[in-house]
């Protein structure tokens, strides 16, 4: 089945800085979505984005599908960043989501 | 819109016992799927639904049942509980059929403690 890596899986910043996240598939996929949950455990979709770039305030994401990997950016940090940010890319069939295992976020003001 | 809702919130059962984690949405979503998510394991797929009356098995589907007898619901049932089943339970849903295609909602999660 696709295997799903991100790096780093912990990144302590300070409140202002800036930060990238990067998710790795092992096959073509049909979409891929990244996903902030929270201190108090939701899961917040941030972005659908099965190739190219889409921008949210100062949270923006880039995917190359040819290549097999996303990047999600974070600029400005705030405390209100923090949390486990996941990606997550759709099987061949679009019956199941496959989620790497997260990226925890601390950031510190 | 509440949008997907799950309850109970947090729940603790003893071994051996059975319960029924609920689950709805009020966006007339096809596509309805249940996820576990334990420490350091991201989340993996229990079961899901891609209509009323079609259900099928995802990654880790023992010890678990569910149906789809309407749209809006769409519940999960652990027949005898294990230690190993506690965990955090997500339940998602999105709009067409081809669910993992589309943007997924999630629900706030229930916490299961087996003791």
């Known amino acids: 089945g696709i295997q799903v890596e991100q790096s780093p899986p912990d990144l302590i910043l300070q409140e202002g800085a800036n930060s990238t996240l990067r998710c790795n598939f092992s096959?073509?996929?049909?979409?891929l979505q990244w996903f902030h949950q929270n201190p108090w455990g939701q899961l917040i979709n941030l972005f659908y984005i099965p190739s190219g770039t889409k921008q949210n305030g100062r949270l923006s994401a880039t995917t190359v599908a040819t290549e097999r990997y996303s990047l999600l950016y974070i600029s400005s940090s705030q405390t209100t960043d923090s949390g486990v940010y996941f990606c997550?890319?759709?099987?061949?069939?679009?019956?199941?989501?496959?989620f790497g295992k997260g990226t925890t976020l601390s950031v510190s003001s | 819109n509440a949008g997907v809702t799950q309850t109970p919130k947090f729940q603790v059962l003893k071994t051996g016992q059975s319960m029924t984690l609920q689950c709805a949405q009020d966006?007339?979503?096809?596509?309805m799927s249940w996820y576990r998510q334990d420490p350091g394991m991201g989340l993996r797929l229990i079961h899901y639904s891609v209509g009323a009356g079609i259900t099928d098995q995802g990654e880790v589907p023992n010890g678990y049942n569910v149906s789809r007898s309407t749209t809006e619901d769409f519940p999960l049932r652990l027949l005898s509980a294990a230690p190993s089943q506690t965990s955090v339970y997500f339940c998602?849903?999105?709009?067409?059929?081809?669910?993992?295609?589309?943007?997924?909602?999630f629900g706030d999660g229930t916490r299961l403690s087996i003791l």
């Open positions: 966006m007339n979503h096809e596509y």
């Open positions: 997550a890319v759709g099987n061949q069939a679009g019956t199941a989501l496959i």
């Open positions: 096959d073509s996929v049909n979409n």
């Open positions: 998602a849903s999105s709009y067409s059929r081809w669910g993992a295609n589309q943007p997924q909602h």
